[in-house]
């Protein structure tokens, strides 16, 4: 098979899965409980907003009801909801109306840029100390390290937030590590929010509070960050740069609980991986040949075993995602999983819906690239 | 009918395979045992799992303070404590407790000696409809009137001979007409509340306690039971499913084993904690697992006949040429056509417009159900019975002796098998939890917010033992004895039970008790969300979130549970990893 | 009902899919039986040989329907085995597997393997089945006290004779052996034919007898039919195949039996070329192509199917060389697989 064939077929492969999963958010928004058009009038519901033909009030309620069509039946609702779904219209919230996608398009970033930065912690991390588990193998170091990898893994990650926050930035009454090593008052690092505490979100939503067209990003948005805007801002600082420090230092404390805790598993991979390949004839024959351990490990056989690894990016940036929920919510930062969270304390299905559907997004995708990736650096796969 | 000396022979024999048997896997679990204990980590996993176990089983015995349960059921309650709030470990306030007592004569519930006691605590007194405790009163520290005011210590004294009551002097009810109650604040001590196990004089908060007074350390206690429960339930009820979808798919291939992945694929395709939101989301209104009686009885025929159907497909060599012509013949040829139909009516929604009791106008006792599922198993029986006269042509004496034979009531010991070990464990289950008359058949009364998170968690688990055991069935069904099995014409159930799964479940059981330490993780997660146990729970995700408010100030509150969380996963994690070790080929000679 | 032959095959094709794309729209198959016709008489052993992939254990299995056939019927004693009640096929037809030890599940003990046949089919249970699988085990020259291990415990050739013993649990008439002794070293294979031919005699059993070793089918076969790539070439009484092979391929099958003398042994293998794949195979005269035949392309427009040469001597025709002429007809491939036709045959094996 030919790699465009290959790609074509993967692509197609997708199509049943997005479909799998929008009937499933679809179904999930079916089962939620609560009345959708209730929601949103409150305690407006039984005001009459006007008449129909035959004379008969209509409440704000049936209004609703009617606006959003939920007396349809399910088939219709369905056709509705993907044709939307596909012309990008993911509903809105029921609480203040802002738009499900407008929502979307300012947490998935925030959540992003998390997952990307605690991958760029625990990828170099799990494979460094996973190479020299497996060269080490069944001497203290490994021994050491696999139970650490074990342990990472049974961590919960919030808990382990949490002892971050409290070691490395604390409150007035307990000592973290900080202060008293480096001399710092309140901690090395901050520990809520994206930015510095003056930004504060405001009530109503999850806005982004830098320029209407910025990416999202809070990292990219804060080192293009006009200075008109800068100075619009309730700031003390004077550069932008400053800013993008201030906003870089915020993802310190989040990326590395996140990190570390997905290191544990990248680390046991690693290990496996790298043993098996220095068992194969060819790290043989080239120890054989005289070269030097380092190069052996480091050249011949470190190149090969990472292939598998990076192959379990894409699921990587699944469990990222995961954790990025309950990291999130310990740091308090406004990204997708504290919108989830949200939105079903707040029984917004709107929400929900378009979030699991992005992340489902996301997570295929990333698999997609992996895999044509994979495709490309080896033929193999393509056979099936 | 034989009777019973006839059977002698058969009894012994029984007996003597299952002491085979017995001996076999006695002398298997040696061997995994030799290999098991090698591992220094493997070894200490056992030993976390034991002792949270253990911790869980005598959570009443470790614990020094109980929730208290209401007398009409049994579930678990944690009242709020005000007089204790977030003191640390090892703290006096941690004894201390202000207790209201009414000094108004005329008040019917004055008295002039007045028990100490605390509605926290379980023991053996009950008042009010709680339990209570009675506490000895080692110091009074403090006496204030309802208005604030300190009053003199010695105006109330302890009973000599009684450390648990306080005598009133005649000054403090004397003198009425200022107040009808004092507050008094005293050092207690309570057999039941110091620890055993702890020297004297630590038999204080040894975790502190939080901000609703509690107790940490016999929360943590009670927690590991929660843990506990929904860790094995979950990956009992994961591994079950997961194990039935997954081997039907594996087994018969073909379309099904292509709708099963696709819907697997699905579940893949959204991250697990997400999905499990998604699912408690969807189940937040469920109070109750009911299950209709007409489901009851339609789906597994349903789900029979299309089995059959798939296993004729697949065994009979070319269909429809081996139905006879006869009218039953006919019948049975189209029955993907009745069930078709069926499941047509059944999903619009006609069926369920006519629930059966309205219907036939019958009663919901037990006794109805208990003839609709007898008429049920007849029904099922005479399809499987039809099906094999008609369609597999096959006569019917063998099928008959052999149903006759294995109601062979002279040898018991011929029951002692695994699948009706099974059988009758899950009818009596199914049999308890199910118990109320009502038009549906109730499984689980109490669906609360902890069986929500059970159920989110069984839904997004299954698919990947699904695909686990599919895999694994593939690979095993196509090893050469599956097929020598199938030339003496066993059974697909006997090749799937005897033949595929006992070579089939090995990773299943890594899988198993990775699981348990997994469930346990995103259990807590949820409950840390605000999407799990319900407020006051003694449950660990949920008390880190709880502490949260006061975690700088007050850490022994989340530092406790997380750490109790994190024991118990690696314990369940280094014993999954050691059980790989045991059931992995390249360790078996 | 005893007249004629117990069974008969009547062109029988077995093609496997191969499944390519993911709308499964099949595109090519492995024609892994490809239009052959037998006949197993009573009481007879026919031998069954060719080289690996070639086919014989898909004949086999598809005798014993347990694949189903793509096209042609089997019959057994005047009825086609697919409108015969599958319970009975399996009481009369058995299988012993090519690979013992894989044949049995290694989690259940020989009591259960040996007797499972009996459970299953409910014939009998407890006291009885053990007196039974008993029984059988010592017939087929094992101990009754084997029953209670486990099939790892035991050699090959005790493996296979527990394959041997829940095959003749049912009390078959007729068992398929799918190279039984070719798992095993040669001093045990002459104990387990010995113990064939022996529970042959005194069960009137009949036999088809699948390997690719020539001198061992010849040994215990009545007639052998040479298989290759999917049809059958040569179907003869085994000494007049010895005697008279006619087909270029069973000749060199026969020259690749390693002789005993050592001048007149043969170095080179018995056929050149590739293995030929059954995936799409090539028109006409497969041997022929693999061998790169100059005439090859003749055969290719000619009818192929067998031809009764003299009584009871079948072979597939060579038609790209001068037909009916026996002479000329080894001629092309004297040329191509040097040496290895006729004269090549050692005297102990042209003999008897
Ligand atoms: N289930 C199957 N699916 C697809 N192809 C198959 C299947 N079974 C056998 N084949 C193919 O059919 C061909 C014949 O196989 P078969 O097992 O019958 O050969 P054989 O003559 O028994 O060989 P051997 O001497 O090695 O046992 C082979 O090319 C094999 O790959
Ligand atoms: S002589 Fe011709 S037909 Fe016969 S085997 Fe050779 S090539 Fe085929
Ligand atoms: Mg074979």
Request: cysteine-free; proline content about 11%; charged content about 15%.
């Given at each position: 098979m030919r790699l465009h064939e290959f790609v074509v077929r993967r692509v197609l492969l997708l199509i049943p899965v997005m479909i799998g999963v929008a009937v499933f958010t679809f179904a999930v928004a079916q089962i939620i409980p609560g009345d959708p058009a209730a929601l949103q009038c409150g305690d407006k519901c039984g005001l009459i907003v006007g008449y129909d033909d035959d004379g008969k009030p209509i409440t704000a309620h049936q209004a609703n009801r009617e606006r959003l069509r939920l007396d349809d039946p399910v088939s219709l609702q369905f056709e509705r909801y993907i044709t939307d779904l596909i012309n990008g219209d993911w509903g809105e919230s029921q609480k203040n109306g802002r738009p499900v996608i407008d929502i979307i398009k300012t947490s998935a970033p925030v959540t992003l840029e998390m997952a990307f930065f605690s991958l760029m912690i625990a990828y170099p991390l799990g494979i460094f100390l996973g190479i020299i588990s497996a060269v080490r193998q069944d001497r203290m170091f490994d021994h050491v390290s696999r139970f650490f990898a074990i342990a990472f893994v049974s961590l919960p990650i919030f808990w382990f937030a949490m002892l971050l926050q409290l070691y490395f930035a604390t409150g007035p009454q307990v000592g973290g590590i900080c202060d008293p090593i480096f001399g710092t008052e309140g901690g090395c690092f901050p520990i809520f929010d994206r930015h510095d505490q003056s930004y504060t979100y405001p009530l109503d939503g999850y806005h982004s509070l830098y320029p209407e067209s910025g990416t999202g990003f809070h990292l990219i948005d804060s080192w293009f960050v006009t200075d008109a805007k800068l100075a619009e801002l309730p700031s003390e600082f004077d550069t932008n740069r400053e800013l993008f420090m201030d906003t870089l230092i915020h993802l310190v404390l989040p990326c590395s609980a996140l990190g570390i805790a997905s290191s544990g598993s990248l680390l046991r991979y690693m290990r496996a991986s790298l043993l098996e390949v220095l068992h194969e004839d060819y790290v043989r024959t080239a120890r054989a040949k005289g070269l030097s351990e380092f190069r052996v490990v480091v050249v011949h056989a470190c190149r090969n075993a990472m292939v598998p690894i990076v192959t379990i990016l894409g699921f990587s940036i699944g469990g990222a995602i995961g954790g990025a929920v309950l990291t999130e919510s310990v740091f308090g930062i406004h990204g997708m999983g504290t919108v989830a969270v949200l939105g079903i304390l707040q029984l917004e299905y709107q929400i929900v819906m378009g979030v699991t559907l992005l992340t489902s997004v996301i997570f295929l995708l990333s698999n997609l690239i992996v895999d044509i990736a994979y495709a490309i650096v080896d033929p193999r796969v393509r056979l099936e | 009918m034989r009777d019973w000396e006839e059977g002698r022979k058969d009894r012994e024999e029984s007996q003597k395979r299952l002491l085979e048997s017995l001996s076999m896997s006695i002398s298997n679990l040696g061997r995994g045992w030799k290999i098991y204990r090698r591992s220094l980590l493997a070894m200490l996993g056992l030993l976390m799992v034991l002792s949270v176990s253990m911790v869980a089983i005598f959570a009443d015995e470790i614990a020094v303070q109980h929730p208290y349960r209401n007398l009409t059921d049994t579930e678990d309650k944690w009242s709020n404590n005000p007089d204790q709030q977030e003191s640390p470990p090892f703290s006096e306030e941690c004894s201390l407790r202000e207790q209201k007592i009414t000094t108004n004569p005329s008040s019917p519930l004055f008295s002039e000696t007045v028990v100490a006691e605390s509605v926290n605590k379980v023991s053996g007194s009950i008042a009010y409809g709680y339990y209570t405790d009675v506490l000895s009163i080692t110091e009074i520290i403090k006496i204030e009137n309802d208005r604030g005011y300190d009053q003199d210590i010695s105006l109330i004294t302890i009973d000599p001979d009684n450390s648990s009551l306080f005598v009133l002097s005649p000054d403090l009810y004397g003198n009425s007409s200022h107040y009808t109650g004092v507050w008094v604040t005293y050092l207690y001590e309570n057999e039941d509340m110091s620890?055993?196990?702890?020297?004297?004089?630590?038999?204080?908060c040894i975790f502190g306690t939080n901000k609703e007074g509690h107790d940490v350390f016999s929360k943590v206690v009670y927690g590991a039971r929660v843990s506990l429960t929904i860790g094995i339930t979950v990956a009992t009820l994961t591994v079950t499913i997961g194990t039935i979808v997954g081997s039907i798919s594996g087994y018969y291939g073909g379309r099904i084993d292509e709708v099963i992945m696709r819907i697997c694929d699905v579940f893949f395709a959204i991250p697990g904690l997400i999905l499990a939101m998604a699912f408690v989301a969807a189940m937040r209104s469920v109070s109750s697992l009911t299950f209709p009686v007409w489901l009851g009885i339609l789906l597994p025929v349903l789900m029979l006949a299309y089995f059959l159907n798939s296993h004729l497909s697949t065994t009979v060599l070319s269909g429809d040429e081996r139905v006879s012509d006869q009218a039953m013949g006919m019948l049975m040829g189209n029955r993907s056509l009745l069930v078709g139909l069926l499941a047509f009516l059944f999903f619009v929604g006609w069926l369920p417009a006519f629930a059966w009791p309205d219907f036939f106008?019958?009663?919901?006792s037990r006794g109805w159900r208990l003839i609709s599922s007898l008429v049920v198993i007849v029904l099922l029986v005479g399809i499987i019975l039809a099906d094999r006269r008609f369609v597999q042509k096959n006569s019917l004496d063998g099928a008959l002796t052999r149903i006759g034979s294995s109601f062979d009531w002279t040898n018991p010991w011929r029951y002692l098998n695994f699948r009706t070990v099974v059988v009758f464990l899950s009818m009596a289950i199914l049999f308890k939890l199910s118990g109320n008359e009502g038009p549906e058949i109730v499984l689980i009364k109490d669906f609360d917010k902890l069986w929500q998170v059970q159920f989110a968690l069984i839904f997004t688990g299954w698919p990947g033992y699904a695909r686990l055991i599919r895999g694994q069935v593939l690979y095993v069904k196509e090893m050469a004895f599956v097929e020598a099995a199938k030339s003496v014409g066993a059974p697909p159930s006997r090749i799937m039970f005897r033949h595929i799964l006992p070579n089939a479940w090995a990773p299943l059981l890594v899988a198993f008790t990775l699981d348990i330490g997994g469930t346990i993780l995103s259990a807590s997660g949820l409950s840390f969300l605000g999407l799990g146990a319900a407020p006051y729970t003694a449950e660990w995700g949920l008390m880190i979130s709880e502490s949260r408010v006061a975690f700088q100030r007050a850490p022994h509150m989340m530092l406790y549970p997380g750490l109790a969380i994190a024991v118990t996963v690696l314990g369940f994690n280094l014993l999954g990893d050691g059980i790989r070790d045991v059931v992995d080929p390249k360790n078996r000679r | 009902m005893s007249e004629g032959p117990l069974i008969e095959i009547r062109g029988m094709r077995k093609w496997f899919p191969i499944k390519q794309g993911m709308m499964s729209s099949v595109r090519s198959y492995v024609r892994a039986v490809d239009g052959v016709d037998l006949e197993i008489n009573r009481g007879e052993t026919l031998g069954v040989v060719g080289e690996s992939g070639c086919g014989k254990t898909t004949l086999g299995r598809v005798l014993m329907g347990l694949i189903p056939i793509t096209e042609g019927s089997v019959i057994y004693s005047g009825s086609d085995i697919r409108e015969i009640p599958n319970k009975e096929i399996r009481r009369k037809m058995q299988i012993v597997f090519q690979d013992p030890g894989g044949s049995m599940n290694p989690r259940i003990s020989v009591r259960s393997i040996v007797g499972e046949p009996l459970q299953v089919n409910g014939i009998c249970e407890g006291v009885e089945l053990t007196r039974k699988v008993e029984e059988l085990l010592e017939s087929v020259g094992l101990k009754a006290e084997h029953m209670t291990r486990y099939p790892h415990e035991f050699s090959g050739g005790q493996k296979q004779r527990i394959a041997l013993a829940r095959a003749l649990s049912l009390d078959p008439e007729f068992i398929l052996l799918d190279e039984p002794t070719s798992a095993l070293d040669v001093s045990v294979q002459a104990q387990v034919l010995n113990l064939l031919e022996k529970i042959q005699k005194e069960r009137g059993l009949t036999f088809v007898f699948i390997s690719h070793d020539l001198a061992v089918v010849r040994h215990i076969s009545d007639r052998i039919a040479v298989m290759y790539l999917g049809k059958v070439v040569e179907l003869a009484d085994s000494d007049e195949i010895y005697r008279n092979p006619l087909h270029a391929y069973t000749k060199a099958l026969i020259s690749a039996i390693p002789s005993p003398d050592p001048d007149a042994r043969s170095d080179q293998p018995p056929v050149e070329g590739d293995v030929p794949s059954p995936v799409d195979p090539p028109p006409g005269c497969a041997f022929g192509h693999r061998l790169h035949h100059p005439d090859w392309e003749k055969s290719t427009k000619m009818d192929l199917s067998l031809r009764?040469?003299?009584?009871g001597h079948w072979v597939q025709p060579c038609p790209c060389c001068t037909d009916e002429n026996d002479e000329s007809r080894d001629a092309p491939h004297e040329q191509v697989a040097d040496g290895n036709a006729s004269e090549d045959v050692p005297d102990w094996a042209r003999g008897e």
């Open positions: - | 620890h055993w196990w702890l020297p004297e004089g630590y038999d204080t106008g019958v009663s919901h | 009764e040469v003299s009584p």
